[in-house]
T-cell receptor, first 117, second 113 residues
Framework: AQSVTQLGSHVSVSEGALVLLRCNYS??????LFWYVQYPNQGLQLLLK??????LVKGINGFEAEFKKSETSFHLTKPSAHMSDAAEYFC???????????????FGRGTQLTVWP | NAGVTQTPKFQVLKTGQSMTLQCAQD?????MYWYRQDPGMGLRLIYY???????DKGEVPNGYNVSRLNKREFSLRLESAAPSQTSVYFC????????????FGEGSWLTVV
């Protein structure tokens, strides 16, 4: 079975500082991995997605994430935080089995990012 | 660019009342989902429909029913609402089931008093 652990339910950074949001997964088969962002009172939007191609994945708004199989991690980073990055971020995992119950997404509990001026 | 549209956006129910959340997508997606979001719990899957004509239970199906009315529409029904069902509900869809990007609606805030 798949699961996701997001370390830290709240992360605070200063504007211009590095953003690092941690995600570890467990999966019995090679996974697909996702990061979604949720702005206040909105639905989730896809930031980026890993599907077994390049291990460093670039997403929207300057975010990127690196798949590290040996560490079972998929941490999200951004070199320089902006006030507009304040939101809740969700990591999710799915395996590559199609047409089965294993194909669904499993979400982490989310990390709230606060950016201080 | 409608994407996934869900209604109503806000609803207050009394315990024991019933209601249906409506969802429609205009992206010709095969798979649709209903999630609930509670503070500190992330998103939990209630029901999903991998393709038109099929529905399956997710993690937290108790107290809910769903109908995949056609390829576009997937409704969620609360037959007898309970305070524990106070939550934000998200409808979502994807091209097909399994490893694909899921697109979310904007959410429905439901309060059961």
């Amino acid at each position: 079975a798949q699961s996701v652990t997001q370390l830290g339910s709240h992360v605070s950074v200063s504007e211009g500082a590095l953003v690092l949001l941690r995600c570890n997964y467990s999966s019995s088969v090679p996974p697909y991995l996702f990061w979604y962002v949720q702005y206040p009172n909105q639905g989730l939007q896809l930031l980026l997605k890993y599907t077994s191609a390049a291990t460093l994945v670039k997403g929207i708004n300057g975010f990127e994430a690196e798949f590290k199989k040996s560490e079972t991690s998929f941490h999200l980073t951004k070199p320089s935080a902006h006030m507009s990055d304040a939101a809740e971020y969700f990591c999710a995992v799915s395996d590559q089995s199609r047409g089965s119950t294993l194909g669904r997404l499993y979400f982490g509990r989310g990390t709230q990012l606060t950016v201080w001026p | 660019n409608a994407g996934v549209t869900q209604t109503p956006k806000f609803q207050v129910l009394k315990t024991g009342q019933s209601m249906t959340l409506q969802c429609a997508q205009d992206m010709n997606h095969n798979s649709m989902y209903w999630y609930r979001q509670d503070p500190g719990m992330g998103l939990r899957l209630i029901y999903y429909s991998a393709s038109e004509g099929t529905t399956d239970k997710g993690e937290v199906p108790n107290g809910y029913n769903v109908s995949r009315l056609n390829k576009r529409e997937f409704s969620l029904r609360l037959e007898s609402a309970a305070p524990s069902q106070t939550s934000v509900y998200f409808c979502a869809s994807s091209v097909k089931f399994g490893g694909n990007t899921i697109y979310f609606g904007e959410g429905s805030w439901l309060t059961v008093v």
